[in-house]
C-alpha cells in the first residue's frame, strides 16, 4: 500500500518562507511524477510543483520564481521550498504521486495547512 506523508505545514507572515517534505512508502514504478498540489476554501485543486523521476519540474504561474521543488529518488521524497509568501497562498497543500503510463496510478497525501498572515 502505498502512501505519502507530507510535514513542513504552518502559519508564516506574508514574505516569510516555509519548506514542505513528502515521503512516499510503498510499492511503485520508479518512472512517475510528484508534485504538490493545493486547495483553498471555493476553489478548485490547482498545481503548485511536480517533478519528474528524470529531474523535469513544472510549476504553477503562480509558483515561479518563489518556490522551488526537488527530488531525492532514492528516499522517494520531494521537498517544496516556498519563499516570499503571500497570504494568497494560504491553502491546503496535498503532496501527489502519480503515473499516466502503465500501469497508472495516482496516491494523494492527507494534506497539510499553510497559513499566510499579512
Known amino acids: 500500500q502505498v502512501q505519502l506523508v507530507e510535514s513542513g505545514g504552518g502559519l508564516v507572515q506574508a514574505g516569510g518562507s516555509l519548506r514542505l517534505s513528502c515521503v512516499a512508502s510503498?510499492?511503485?514504478?520508479?518512472?512517475?511524477?510528484m508534485g504538490w498540489y493545493r486547495q483553498s476554501p471555493g476553489k478548485e485543486r490547482e498545481l503548485v510543483a511536480s517533478v519528474t523521476s528524470g529531474g523535469t519540474s513544472d510549476y504553477g504561474d503562480f509558483a515561479e520564481g518563489r518556490f522551488t521543488i526537488s527530488r531525492d529518488n532514492r528516499k522517494n521524497s520531494i521537498d517544496l521550498q516556498m519563499n516570499s509568501l503571500k497570504p494568497e497562498d494560504t491553502a491546503v497543500y496535498y503532496c501527489n504521486l502519480k503515473r499516466r503510463i502503465t500501469p497508472q496510478f495516482n496516491y494523494w497525501g492527507q494534506g497539510t495547512q499553510v497559513s499566510v498572515s499579512s
Open positions: 510503498g510499492r511503485f514504478p520508479g518512472a512517475n511524477v
